[in-house]
């Protein structure tokens, strides 16, 4: 038997902090039951300081989750680290992780310390997180830029302490994957008492080498990799953890170590997370992109028919591609819906959301004839979007004119703050006529940054599924929409989108000097 390697989920945290991406307690809920289901061992449910809504997020998904340890960030802070074991004081299984940085450039500037100054807070956060849970992990934070030799001082004081789990990130992407391997066996043979605690990585990809450096961790003796679903995170993100976990079960040959997840949970939770931040999966991303197990080629698709191994180092349905896609239709009945959910690992919270969806796949089974897969997540995570968004907008009606020659014209009907309002404008495009009529309403004064299109099955009749990326005075939502129309789907998410910008939010920054 190998060793283990312990996957740690930080979507829900680290993932958060892309712009764009931050979620509401509900959301949150929603992926972390979805990374239990897929068996993550640790969940990094938030930052429980940041704001009352990280806290009571980061509770909520302690008191939710049974089988996975749920974790909560904290700065190397007496009152971060209260407030972290406050939060996760419900968790069947609990984690504090704290964190201060180790490099010289930001011991120098941003945390004004010395070196010892810094290994004692450090000692005394992992002490007093101690006082809440035996299960503390340190971080080093900027460790891909610390000296080694002060690294292994602050690891070896920190195992004293009591922490339990070391985490070697690279906070700013900078390694490369031979330096940051030999950075990770180093650590370990020079700190004296390395024995006492899991390493781990935390990988950044501002160089496009946060799984290729987590690897090659993994091969130097890491044993926990941190990491989110499809790579979200700040910046360029954090290493993908379906690209981990299929590298690792894929090249099991190579690797010392295996990994506990059902890996069939990849796609539906990939799809769900995809759906709630408005971060739409490239078509040509690894594992979980559309085209992932797309064979285009006459030559590739000769091979795969005739021995799959040909060209397939993966089965599509090993990391929740299903094999039979087309699911239901305008005929299925609600038990057929319902069944084919739970299969999908979809579950409701009461009757009245799970009508809320029937319906909608009517409404939907009616424009479309056959419903795969894909409808139904990204038709349930619609549905979860209106529940949940804190909707002061709602779209009801739209009517578009375009004809050749003429200057498209939209008409919108919406419900503001309780309020039937109509609108009007014209556009450049059906889709830009659409977003005018819809300002000329709601008069948000946001910046559109992206817009984006991407079929969710194949077909002319295939759902369109929208992102908006909107920016007001810094602050920065995304919002998704589906629906056969893409001027429907535009128009939903455009709305989705506004609905979160005006929303009330108040956040703080982990990396952040003081609170
Ligand atoms: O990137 C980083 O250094 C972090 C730490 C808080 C672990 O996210
Ligand atoms: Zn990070």
Redo the contacts with the bound molecule.
């Keep these: 038997m190998t060793d283990k390697l312990t996957i740690f989920d930080t979507t829900l945290r ?1 993932g958060e902090q892309s712009p764009g991406a931050s979620m509401t307690r509900e959301e949150k809920l929603r992926i972390a039951k979805a990374l239990e289901r897929m068996r993550v061992d640790v969940i990094e449910a938030g930052f429980p300081i940041a704001s009352p809504g990280d806290f009571e997020a980061v509770q909520a998904v302690a008191r939710a989750v049974r089988d996975s340890t749920v974790c909560g960030l904290a700065r190397a802070l007496d009152k971060d680290i209260d407030r972290a074991g406050e939060a996760l004081r419900e968790a069947a299984s609990a984690r504090i992780h704290t964190f201060i940085a180790t490099s010289p450039i930001h011991m120098q500037h941003k945390l004004r310390m010395t070196p010892d100054q810094v290994v004692e807070q450090a000692v005394r956060a992992v002490r007093r997180a101690r006082q809440y849970t035996d299960n503390v992990e340190f971080s080093a934070e900027d460790a891909g830029r610390s000296e080694i030799d002060f690294l292994c001082r602050i690891f070896e004081a920190v195992i004293d302490a009591g922490a339990t789990t070391i985490n070697i ?1 690279d ?1 700013v992407g900078y390694n490369l994957p031979h330096q940051f391997g030999e950075t990770v066996r180093r650590a370990i043979e020079g700190t004296p008492n390395a024995d006492k605690a899991v390493f781990s990585v ?1 990988c ?1 990809n501002d160089l496009g080498l946060a799984v290729a450096n987590s690897l090659s961790a993994v091969l130097n003796g890491a044993r926990q990799v941190e990491c989110t679903i499809n790579g979200l ?2 910046r360029a993100g ?1 290493a993908a953890l379906e690209e981990i976990v299929m590298a690792v079960r894929t090249r099991h040959d190579l690797f010392p170590c295996h990994v506990d997840l059902d890996t069939t949970q990849i796609v539906p939770t990939s799809r769900l997370v995809s759906g709630i931040t408005g971060f739409a999966v490239q078509p040509n991303k690894a594992i979980v992109g559309a085209n992932a197990f797309a064979h285009e080629s006459g030559i590739h698709q000769d091979g795969v028919l005739k021995s799959r191994e040909t060209y397939e180092i993966m089965r599509a349905e090993d990391v929740g591609w299903s094999a039979n896609r087309m699911v239901l239709g305008k005929h299925s009945g609600r038990n057929a819906f319902r069944t084919r959910l739970t299969e999908l690992g979809i579950e409701f919270n009461s009757e009245e959301a799970l009508n809320a969806a029937f319906s909608r796949f009517k409404e939907l089974a009616d424009k479309k004839h056959e419903i795969f897969d894909e409808d139904l997540q990204a038709l349930v995570t619609e549905s979860d979007l209106e529940a949940n968004v804190n909707e002061r907008i709602r779209h009801i009606a739209l009517k578009v004119c375009s004809e050749t020659g003429e200057t498209p014209q939209a008409r919108i009907t919406l419900l503001f703050d309780g309020e039937e309002r109509e609108g009007e404008a014209s556009g450049s495009g059906a889709v830009d006529a659409t977003f005018k009529a819809i300002d000329s309403i709601v008069q948000s004064e946001a910046q559109l940054l992206l817009y984006a299109v991407n079929n969710i099955t194949t077909g002319t009749d295939a759902q369109g599924e929208v992102t908006v990326r909107l920016e007001r005075s810094g602050r920065i939502v995304n919002g998704q929409g589906a629906d056969t129309d893409i001027v429907i789907a535009s128009a939903r998410a455009y709305v989705n989108a506004l609905n979160k910008l005006l929303a009330p939010t108040q956040r703080a920054h982990p990396q952040a000097p003081e609170i």
């Design positions: 680290d990130p906070t935390h950044h995170g700040e954090n």
